[in-house]
Structures are given as structure tokens and as C-alpha cells.
T-cell receptor, first 115, second 112 residues
């Protein structure tokens, strides 16, 4: 257990559906991240929130919409996805400090399949 | 951000010491070197982090030469459960702290 939980663990959706992924961290961290990991590809950073403000958006299509209502929760809203969006979606959190590089704690991920 | 280069895969046997080297020729003065481990269908897990010389914790050692253009993760006496992908990351609070870039990693396979 890393202190970061994600729900659901598995999700199957059609291209016209709307769904949301949820991430919650119980570590008191001040930064949260969404990553995408496709089969046999490196992790791709999608979004970063620091102190509930989005500080990074790596050219992610608008069909992915993040939301960070507070420092403990992060959502990824999905709509009109494509089959190539099928992947493992990972959430992470970290405590940004001034002296060291921030260690990220990852959740177990949501395995998303788009039909 | 400094780009990292690692071997794609490595094989080892139980009980052996495994050394995985990462090249990061463009490492910046403020950059730290961090290693993560990832098992299939799980999120990466922090292993160790260092800035220079040698760092050791309960699971691994990290060796960083004076020029810091490479680093070596050393796993002592590996077991079957150490079979995983190992990622080397380079970054700092200002640049890499948020903009973390994972490379392809090194897939370690430990055999009995």
C-alpha cells in the first residue's frame, strides 16, 4: 500500500460513454499527477497539479479533462474516447520540497479498455 | 530535461548481484538521480535517489561517479521477486520535480 488509491481498478467503456477515474492520496502531499501507460510504452506524464493548480498539461487531447477539487483528490473525466486510449492510467502524488527531488508515490492504476 | 539511456533488458540468476547502468550526459547541476521499480500492472515504486558518490538503503545501492554523467543501480543478491522494470530518472525540483520523464526502463528477468 502506497497511500494512493485509485478507483475503479478496471473500466470498460464505449467510445460514446462518459466516465471518470478517481484518485485519492492519504499522504498529505501537495502535488498530484496523472500518467498514461500504453502496452510496451514508457509512462507518459499527462497532467500535474500543485497546490490544486494545474501546472503541467502535456498536449493531452481535450477528451481527457482533469479536476483537482482539493489536495487529496484528483479526477480524470473521460468522454468520447478512442480505442487507442486503452491503457493503464496511473495517479501519483508527491510532497514538493525545496531541498530534494520529490519522490512520487503511485497508485495501483486503472486499466481502461475502450471498445 | 536530461535524457537517460538504459539497457532494454537484462537477465540474472537468483543470488547474484545485478548492476544496471544509466547514462545521462546532459545532467544539470541541480538534477538528482532517482530509480523506480515497476511490476506488471502496478505503479512504479521509488527505490533510491542520489546526487553524487554513493547512496545505500535497505534494498539497493546507487553509485554516481564524479562527473555524474552516469549512475549504476546495484541490487545485491536478487531473487525471483526482483523481476521487474527499472527506470532511471534525472531531474530537479524546478525542472524535473514536476516534469518527470520516464524512459523505456530496463526489464530485469531473474531466473531460478
Amino acid at each position: 500500500e502506497t497511500g494512493v488509491t485509485q478507483t475503479p481498478r478496471h473500466l470498460v467503456m464505449g467510445m460514446t460513454n462518459k466516465k471518470s477515474l478517481k484518485c485519492e492520496q492519504h499522504l498529505g502531499h501537495n502535488a498530484m499527477y496523472w500518467y498514461k501507460q500504453s502496452a510496451k510504452k514508457p509512462l507518459e506524464l499527462m497532467f500535474v497539479y500543485s497546490l490544486e493548480e494545474r501546472v503541467e498539461n502535456n498536449s493531452v487531447p481535450s477528451r481527457f479533462s482533469p479536476e483537482c477539487p482539493n489536495s487529496s483528490h484528483l479526477f480524470l473525466h473521460l468522454h468520447t474516447l478512442q480505442p487507442e486510449d486503452s491503457a493503464l492510467y496511473l495517479c501519483a502524488s508527491s510532497q514538493v520540497r525545496t531541498s530534494v527531488n520529490n519522490e512520487q508515490f503511485f497508485g495501483p492504476g486503472t486499466r481502461l479498455t475502450v471498445l | 530535461l536530461a535524457k537517460t539511456t538504459q539497457p532494454i533488458s537484462m537477465d540474472s540468476y537468483e543470488g547474484q548481484e545485478v548492476n544496471i547502468t544509466c547514462s545521462h550526459n546532459n545532467i544539470a547541476t541541480n538534477d538528482y538521480i532517482t530509480w523506480y521499480q515497476q511490476f506488471p500492472s502496478q505503479g512504479p515504486r521509488f527505490i533510491i535517489q542520489g546526487y553524487k558518490t554513493k547512496v545505500t538503503n535497505e534494498v539497493a545501492s546507487l553509485f554516481i561517479p564524479a562527473d555524474r554523467k552516469s549512475s549504476t543501480l546495484s541490487l545485491p543478491r536478487v531473487s525471483l521477486s526482483d523481476t521487474a522494470v527499472y527506470y532511471c530518472l534525472v531531474g530537479s525540483l524546478n525542472t524535473g520535480g514536476f516534469k518527470t520523464i520516464f524512459g523505456a526502463g530496463t526489464r530485469l528477468f531473474v531466473k531460478a
